[in-house]
């Protein structure tokens, strides 16, 4: 752990890091949507693959493993649809990924 002198600012970035969790969730939220109502986009893919990896990355930091491991699942998922157009089995991988994904940033920050 961090020495006492750092425990503060520590809890602070976890505390601000939290509450960008519901912004996070919209963006994925929205990528999403977009996929399902527009179809498979590269662009869209893309942006969701780096909001995705940016979860996975800062996630494990601020001791939230699930929720790393939740976006490192979705966001390997996105990476693969992002490089080779998916299948259909793919595509409804790549929603149940991002909505386990959500679900879980839905209840660490509270989100009804």
Do not use: C, W
Not at 9 to 33: D, G, M, N, S, Y
Not at 41 to 64: C, D, P, Q, W
Not at 71 to 100: C, G, H, M, W
């Amino acid at each position: 752990m961090f020495p006492l002198e750092h425990q503060d600012k520590f809890a602070k970035l976890r505390a601000h890091f939290v509450q960008t969790l519901p912004a996070r969730e919209a963006e994925i939220e929205e990528l999403v949507t977009a996929l399902m109502e527009h179809g498979p986009s590269r662009k869209v893919y893309e942006n969701l693959f780096i909001a995705t990896h940016k979860l996975a990355g800062i996630s494990a930091t601020y001791g939230m493993a699930a929720l790393g491991s939740r976006a490192e699942q979705a966001e390997a998922l996105i990476d693969s649809a992002r490089k080779n157009r998916p299948d259909e089995e793919q595509f409804y991988a790549i929603l149940a990924a991002t909505d386990v994904l959500t679900e879980e940033i839905r209840r660490i920050a509270e989100i009804d």
